[in-house]
C-alpha cells in the first residue's frame, strides 16, 4: 500500500502493522497520515469492485480531534491533490463505504435522521450525474438548506453509530458487495445495508485533524482543528476479491 503523509504527520511500522499518527498543533496547518493503494490512479482505475476487508485496530483516544477510519471511497474531492504526484481528478458524488469516526465539529450526513458524527458504519451510494444537480447549483447561492435537500435525493446513504472502546485492539471486517454491505466488529455482524457504494473505490485507512460540515440548517463549514498529538493503530490488513487474497 502507498504510504502518504503531511509533514506533521507519520507512518511508523509496529508488529503485523503501522502506526499513524499526528503531531500535536495548532489550526495553521492540515496534519495527516494515509495508507491506500489508489493515490498514484486516475478515478477510473480504482481497483476494487466489491472486496472484503479485514484489520485490527485500535486509537490513542475515545475522542479524537478530526477524523479517522478504513474502508473504501472514489475520494470525491480529489484530497489526494495534497500530496505530492497524485494526478488531477474533478470533483464528484461520493461512492463510499467505511468504519469513520468524526469529532463534533463534524456534519457528515446528508440526512437528518442519519448519525452524522462519532463512530460509525457509513455507505454512500451517488450517480455519476443526475439533473437534479443543475437544482441544486441553482439553490446553493440562495439557501443551502434547499440545496442539501436536493442532495439528499441524489445521494443515496446508511449509517448506524458504534458504541465500542476504540482505544482497545478490535477486529473490523467490511464485507462490500454490488447490492449489500455487511460490517462486523470482533467477528459479530454490526449493522447490514442495501445502499452499496458503485464501483470502483480504492481503500484508505487515515487519521487527520480536519473537519467538515452540512447541517441541516444549511451551514457550511470546512476546515482544520487545533489538536494533541493522536495515532491510529492497524495491524494484520487483509483484503479480497473474488475469492483471491490481495494486499
Not at 493515490?39 to 485500535?58: C, K, W
Request: proline share 6%.
Amino acid at each position: 500500500m502507498n504510504k502518504k503523509t503531511t509533514s506533521n504527520a507519520s507512518i511508523q511500522p509496529i508488529q503485523n502493522g503501522w502506526r499513524l499518527g499526528t503531531q500535536k498543533g495548532d489550526a495553521s496547518n492540515y496534519r495527516d497520515a494515509q495508507l491506500d493503494d489508489y493515490s498514484l490512479l486516475s478515478r477510473h482505475q480504482f481497483p476494487h469492485r466489491g472486496l472484503s476487508l479485514s484489520l485490527r485496530a485500535r486509537t490513542s483516544s475515545n475522542s479524537a480531534t478530526g477524523t479517522w477510519g478504513f474502508g473504501l471511497w472514489n475520494d470525491p474531492f480529489g484530497l489526494s491533490l495534497g500530496f505530492g504526484g497524485s494526478p488531477f481528478r474533478l470533483p464528484t458524488l461520493p461512492n463510499a463505504v467505511w468504519f469513520f469516526y468524526s469529532s463534533p465539529h463534524n456534519y457528515l450526513s446528508f440526512r437528518n435522521d442519519k448519525p452524522s458524527q462519532g463512530f460509525l458504519a457509513q455507505t454512500f451510494r451517488s450517480p455519476k450525474f443526475h439533473s437534479s444537480l443543475f437544482l441544486a447549483g441553482l439553490a446553493f447561492p440562495f439557501s443551502h438548506q434547499r440545496t442539501r435537500k436536493i442532495l439528499s435525493n441524489v445521494i443515496r446513504e446508511d449509517s448506524a453509530a458504534i458504541s465500542l472502546d476504540v482505544t482497545q485492539w478490535n477486529k473490523y471486517r467490511l464485507e462490500w458487495e454490488m447490492e449489500h454491505t455487511s460490517w462486523y466488529v470482533n467477528d459479530a455482524l454490526i449493522f447490514e445495508s442495501t445502499v452499496s457504494p458503485k464501483p470502483p473505490l480504492g481503500v484508505i485507512i487515515w487519521i487527520d485533524n480536519q473537519y467538515a460540515a452540512f447541517t441541516p440548517k444549511g451551514k457550511i463549514s470546512f476546515g482544520v482543528l487545533d489538536g494533541e498529538e493522536e495515532w491510529l493503530d492497524v495491524a494484520d490488513i487483509r483484503f479480497c476479491a473474488k475469492g483471491k487474497r490481495l494486499r
